[in-house]
């Protein structure tokens, strides 16, 4: 694991957005698994005009999932599926042939789980996973306690991330189950860039870097990682130790 602090939210994304650009310069074929939330927004921004100005070749790379609210339809613009469509696949041209997500409406999840499973084996595994941190620790949807051991399962929600999750729908939503990869799956991805920003994420960026590794705090697995990316900006980097 590597940690990288920047002077801004806007340096950290830039930077992203290039290493994104130079894993699929680099093999255009790649594997590409992308979060939601507020963090990675402009670095997806930035990866669009990035790619446009340096021409860069998205046609033969495939797309994964991370995650999605049990219960939630693809056309509600707080899904995952909504975001990532809006925000990374139609502006850059990816197709619906090229992107596997979750579907959060399936009538049998645990089958969207072995689906999902079934094509990363199929894909020989991730290249690049871009995640976010929650402020309970999670990444994806891999919440306090989880069996680091599992592939992708349904989570039940934590307090934390049932009341931050209604910061991403227009109307109040019922949440409280979750669709995602697991600890295993993010643990094998060839590169794992995790993005941190401003102060609400200070504290727990301590824990998942600097603290033990333990499953109360997800994300510390990280630091077993040989390629992991750990991207901050200064207000996300204050208190670490
Ligand atoms: C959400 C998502 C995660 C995301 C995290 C942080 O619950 N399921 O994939 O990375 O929380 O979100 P934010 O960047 O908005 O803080």
């Avoid at 074929?29 to 992308?34: E, G, I, S, T, Y």
């Avoid at 994964?64 to 850059?92: K, M, T």
């Avoid at 200070?202 to 600097?210: F, P, S, V």
């Amino acid at each position: 694991m590597k940690l990288q602090i920047f002077n801004s939210y806007e340096l950290m994304s830039d930077a992203a957005a290039d290493l994104i650009i130079e894993i699929v310069t680099n093999k255009p074929d790649a594997v590409l698994c992308f979060a939601t939330g507020n963090t990675p927004v402009r670095t997806y921004q930035l990866l669009i005009e990035k790619a446009v100005s340096q021409h860069t070749d998205f046609t033969k790379c495939f797309c994964i999932g991370l995650d999605e609210w049990l219960g939630v339809a693809e056309d509600i613009s707080g899904s995952c599926h909504y975001i990532l469509q809006n925000q990374i696949f139609r502006p850059l041209g990816i197709t619906k042939n090229q992107v596997h997500l979750f579907n959060g409406t399936a009538e049998d999840p645990e089958n969207e789980c072995e689906k999902m499973n079934k094509i990363i084996e199929s894909k020989a595994g991730i290249d690049c996973m871009v995640v976010g941190i929650g402020i309970n620790g999670h990444i994806g949807l891999n919440e306090p306690g989880v069996d680091v051991s599992r592939k992708a399962h349904i989570a039940t929600l934590h307090e934390t991330t049932i009341l931050s999750g209604q910061n991403y729908f227009k109307e109040p939503t019922i949440i409280n189950k979750g669709i995602t990869l697991g600890m295993a799956q993010i643990m094998q991805a060839r590169t794992l860039l995790l993005l941190a920003s401003g102060k609400n994420k200070a504290a727990i960026l301590q824990q998942a870097t600097r603290g033990s590794i333990s499953n109360d705090v997800p994300a510390s697995f990280i630091q077993q990682h040989e390629n992991a990316l750990i991207l901050v900006d200064k207000e996300a980097a204050a208190t670490l130790s």
